[in-house]
């Protein structure tokens, strides 16, 4: 079973950055996309982005231009820096993995809460 470990969230201010950190462990498969996804209160999860291992990445419309997913394959790690952050992002921000080809296996991190507010 793969574990996920996320790290890196808090409060900040409007406009201002965080950098999320995933730690991916376990029985993980080389192809895999792993990414982040956000969860508000009263509303359904949502990706925020994600990254294959190949390196391609996908970002939510609301997000381009802000925020920046990066992935270290040795390491089986990813992160997701966001800048210009707005009171609209407070969530708690989760990590994923999955593999590419196989429709079980993936795994969900605890979820961390960002905050974004003056």
């Known amino acids: 079973q793969v574990q996920l470990v996320e790290s890196g969230g808090g409060l900040v201010q409007p406009g201002g950055s965080l950098r999320l950190s995933c730690a991916a462990s376990g029985s993980i498969v080389s192809f895999n996309v792993m990414g982040w996804y956000r969860q508000s209160l009263g509303k359904e999860r949502e990706l925020v982005a994600s990254i294959t291992s190949p390196g391609l990445a996908n970002y939510a419309d609301s997000v381009k231009g802000r925020f920046t997913i990066i992935k270290d394959n040795e390491k089986n790690m990813v992160s997701l820096q966001m800048d210009s952050l707005q009171p609209e992002d407070t969530a708690v921000y989760y990590c994923?993995?999955?593999?590419?080809?196989?429709?079980?296996?993936?795994?969900w991190g605890q979820g961390t809460q960002v905050t974004v507010s003056s």
């Open positions: 994923n993995y999955r593999p590419l080809i196989a429709r079980d296996g993936g795994a």
